[in-house]
């Protein structure tokens, strides 16, 4: 095959390019340079102001940190459709949404921090549908398991060592001295000096930093990604939720399936970082590291899932991931050490791995090709208001059982144990999607060919 094959230049084109995992990976470097201690630093302000914790107040936070990002995503995605400039949508998103990630610095109260969470949130947002459209459109159908896989890996691996610098640095006592030597006169405005119960602070100015100058890279280098350009003219509906959501299909039963599965793994968020940081005492480094295991675990699998897809068919996967989450919240619950929390990450990384790029997958499967960005962003907007309810019912449930019996530890077991109960009955109904395409082989085949002693087929390499 020549270099003049057209066959051979159509191939490579659908291929995604070197750029695309450039800005992939930075991105997902600034997003793991603060994502996993945003928690923390919430409930580090809350103890420094009362000296107490509120499940509310944390319930609140994941809330609006799930439902911000999603509420707009399908203006965000049929803009970019109608626009025709996906790009300059990535690049917006890119920019300010990590910016805003630096003001976290200045909230003087859990207040304060929910609503800039929220701003930071619902600008990230931007970035979301837009880049997954513009991925997909530089993707072959017919390996976009392996290509998203392939992304995956490199973006998590980004955001793991990203968690992992951000954990050393959170550690480091000389770092803030320096960063104020190092901007001179604007040091003390950039990173100003606290005392007393606002110590606490001097942790988190590498993280939040760092994330804003990361930002700021990777938005102007998504400016340099090619589109591929689309040739569909047929006018958007705009917005299209309710019609998406009102037609009879593929789309609308997966919305309708994912919304009780969503709801019992959003349960159980509030309370992870409860039992990290009050039940254990682990410090911010013990908290990188349980990102970073998770995270290494998503990078192990990721690509191996991401290729089966492609073989097996998206539901086997989607049930794989689902099926096994509820141990996660049930390991948090009965953790006696730091080293139950990674075990409890490395399975969630597992299954992450297995169920998030089939989902995209899937819905890429089940949609329109010019109108992808708008079926991935209903689908996060319904997921994410079902993310927004449960969270906030998990917050002041659990708060109301601290206050009837007395006893945090009590009410944060209980929790996540009934997150644990309606995971595992929820996945079930993950059986009821329907494939729109037929596969070479099943999962079951699969696994029987790689145990030992059985024959290895070509029609399984």
């Known amino acids: ?215 700021i890279i990777s938005s102007v280098l998504s400016l340099t990604i090619k589109e591929h350009p689309k040739t569909n003219d047929k006018s958007k509906k705009f917005p299209p939720i309710h019609r998406l959501l009102s037609q009879p299909g593929d789309f609308r039963r997966f919305c309708f399936i994912a919304v009780f599965f969503s709801f019992a793994m959003s349960m159980a968020w509030p309370y992870f970082i409860i039992v990290q940081k009050s039940w254990l005492n682990n410090t911010n480094l013990e908290i990188a590291i349980a990102s970073a295991v998770m995270t290494i675990s998503i990078v192990i699998f990721t690509m191996p899932f991401g290729r089966l897809s492609d073989r097996v068919g998206r539901k086997p996967l989607i049930l794989l991931g689902r099926g096994f989450l509820f141990l996660v919240p049930i390991m948090y619950a009965f953790a006696q050490n730091v080293y139950y929390v990674y075990a409890a990450n490395i399975l969630a990384g597992f299954c992450t791995a297995s169920g998030m790029n089939a989902i995209t997958a899937y819905i890429y499967d089940i949609s329109p090709e010019d109108e992808r960005a708008s079926h991935l962003a209903v689908y996060n907007t319904f997921i994410g208001t079902v993310y927004l309810v449960g969270s906030l019912i998990a917050g002041v449930l659990g708060q109301t059982i601290f206050e009837l019996f007395g006893d945090a530890r009590f009410s944060v077991f209980l929790m996540l144990m009934l997150s644990g109960v309606l995971r595992f009955f929820a996945a079930f109904l993950y059986m009821l999607i329907k494939e729109p395409k037929e596969y070479s082989t099943t999962l079951w085949l699969e696994l029987r060919a790689r145990l030992p002693g059985r024959r290895h087929d070509a029609d399984f390499v």
């Open 1 to 215: 095959m020549t270099e003049t094959d057209p066959l051979a230049k159509k191939n490579e084109a659908r291929r995604l390019p070197s750029r695309v995992y450039l800005v992939g990976a930075l991105t997902q470097f600034g997003v793991g340079l603060h994502s996993p201690f945003l928690q923390a630093y919430l409930i580090d302000m809350q103890e420094a102001l009362r000296g107490v914790q509120n499940f509310i107040e944390q319930g609140a936070f994941r809330s609006v940190g799930n439902v911000a990002p999603t509420v707009l995503q399908p203006v965000w995605g049929v803009a970019s459709d109608r626009a025709r400039n996906t790009r300059a949508f990535v690049a917006f998103g890119t920019l300010t949404g990590l910016l805003v990630v630096y003001m976290f610095l200045w909230a003087s109260t859990p207040l304060e921090m929910i609503i800039l969470y929220a701003i930071q949130s619902i600008l990230f947002s931007i970035q979301i549908p837009t880049w997954l459209s513009l991925v997909g459109g530089l993707m072959d159908e017919t390996n976009r398991g392996n290509e998203l896989g392939k992304l995956g890996l490199a973006t998590n691996i980004a955001s793991l060592s990203a968690t992992l610098v951000s954990g050393f640095i959170a550690v480091l006592p000389t770092l803030a001295p320096f960063l104020r030597n190092l901007f001179g006169p604007l040091g003390l405005l950039l990173f100003p000096l606290h005392m007393d119960e606002q110590a606490f602070r001097v942790a988190y100015y590498g993280p939040f930093f760092f994330t804003a100058v990361v930002g």
